[in-house]
């Protein structure tokens, strides 16, 4: 059974710097491991995605140059490093996992093409 586990939100203040984990169960060579938030009153949007076929990744427009996504294979571990935090990145944050042979199909995954998700984790950035 694939587990999902995340750790590491919390609250932080505006600048601040966070890093969530996401502890798995055995990653297959094939997936797409991706995070995710859900801000207060909104819809779930994509964050971050990483290929584990080839370490290709791809971040939404609004995180880029702040968060990073890496995995670490001896751990099966995902994390999400979070620098500079800014008042919108508040929510709660979900690591998934779902089946892609190559990179450029992961970075053209959506959120329902994850299969695996799991129970999140919440940020908090405050001024």
């Known amino acids: 059974q694939v587990q999902l586990v995340e750790s590491g939100g919390g609250s932080v203040q505006v600048g601040g710097s966070l890093r969530l984990s996401c502890a798995s169960s055995?990653?297959?060579?094939?997936?797409?491991m991706g995070w995710f938030r859900q801000p207060p009153g909104k819809e779930r949007e994509e964050v971050a995605v990483?290929?584990?076929?080839?370490?290709?990744?791809g971040y939404a427009d609004s995180v880029k140059g702040r968060f990073t996504i890496s995995l670490d294979n001896t751990k099966s571990t995902l994390y999400l490093q979070m620098e500079n935090l800014k008042s919108e990145d508040t929510g709660e944050y979900y690591c998934?996992?779902?089946?892609?042979?190559?990179?450029?199909?992961?970075?053209?995954?959506?959120?329902?093409?994850?299969?695996?998700w799991g129970q999140g984790t919440q940020v908090t950035v405050s001024s």
């Open positions: 998934a996992r779902g089946s892609a042979w190559t990179g450029g199909e992961c970075l053209q995954m959506s959120g329902g093409d994850f299969r695996y």
């Open positions: 055995a990653i297959p060579s094939y997936s797409c």
């Open positions: 990483l290929s584990k076929a080839d370490g290709s990744t």
